[in-house]
């Protein structure tokens, strides 16, 4: 592994140019490894470049960048045998986090070139994959608002995400799903839906995740909540209590299918929004994705 391909998200805006890129070089040189280093500006490019090294034989690609970029160039590699290299470079980095990657990047760099590979599942939903989760209904929505207005006002994500919160809120839509699950069929009207790639915890842990390979999902999704009622929701999960919700169903299942009267649905997968068309089919593909991570 004396060269490998390395992908970094440039269209964040964080400065990932000249002497960035000339220091991020030298790290990898620094452990005997020579990097192909592409800035790229969107997430077409990035899939581009990643398609590229896996036609050309790459035995790894990094991806460099928040759980968006990982997902990006993951969507190429998932069901090869190429190993997928993490540098968190985001802001949440649940993916990196869960399976205990360094988030300092001299560490990162040293968990590329030296870690081991491991195999994880991933997610899909009409043939779009996620590593993290997928949902419908509110979350979704306020994604599509804090986006706009970051384009169209030019405001900063957290301020626009707290707009857009604010405004789902107060319009609060709810939406009526049948889901099928295990054989059986479930009729919910609720303002969301949350699919996650494994279990995620509660307590003082929500929203990690112990393992990413049991090769199952898991859907959780609130039946007519008041705004006090995710309020309620929120607390019940910050002291691991969620299952005992009163209205709450968690259910856990390798595949699903989701369906709705919408013609058309905003879907989110890790952060990402994407309009598709029911039902939505949702499945595990267990052990679909080989990763570097550290060595044990």
Not at 62 to 85: F, H, K, R, Y
Not at 256 to 261: D, G, K, N, Q, V
Request: proline share 4%; with cysteine; net charge positive.
């Amino acid at each position: 592994m004396n060269k490998i391909v390395v992908i970094v998200n440039a269209g964040a805006g964080l400065g990932y140019c000249g002497g960035w890129t000339a220091a991020l070089e030298e790290k990898f040189r620094s452990h005997g490894v020579e990097p192909d280093i592409t800035l790229a500006k969107s997430g077409d490019e990035m899939i581009a470049r990643a398609e590229r090294a896996l036609n050309e034989g790459a035995p790894v690609v990094v991806a460099g960048g928040g759980d968006g970029t990982i997902n990006a160039v993951a969507s190429v590699l998932a069901g090869t045998e190429t190993l997928l290299g993490v540098l968190p470079l985001g802001t949440l980095n649940h993916f990196a986090k869960d399976l205990k990657i360094p988030l300092e990047l001299d560490d990162a760099v040293a968990n590329v070139v030296h870690g081991q590979p491991g195999k994880v599942d991933v997610g899909e939903v009409n043939g779009r994959i996620f590593l993290n989760n997928s949902s419908l209904g509110i979350y979704p929505d306020i994604v599509r608002d804090r986006e706009q207005q970051q384009k169209h006002l030019g405001r900063g994500k957290w301020p626009a995400f707290g707009r857009a919160l604010f405004a789902a809120l107060r319009r609060f839509p709810f939406m009526n799903v049948r889901l099928k699950i295990n054989g059986d069929e479930h009729l919910r009207r609720t303002p969301f839906v949350f699919i996650g790639n494994n279990e995620y915890l509660q307590g003082l842990t929500l929203g990690a995740r112990e393992r990413l390979d049991s090769g199952k999902l898991c859907l959780y999704v609130a039946q007519k909540p008041t705004r006090l009622g995710l309020l309620r929701y929120a607390a019940h999960a910050l002291f691991g209590k969620l299952e005992a919700a009163r209205d709450f169903d968690v259910l856990s299942a390798s595949s699903l299918e989701i369906e709705t009267r919408h013609h058309h649905l905003r879907v989110a997968t890790d952060g990402e929004v994407t309009v598709m068309t029911p039902p939505l089919r949702y499945r595990s593909r267990a052990a679909a994705l080989s990763v570097i991570v550290p060595a044990v």
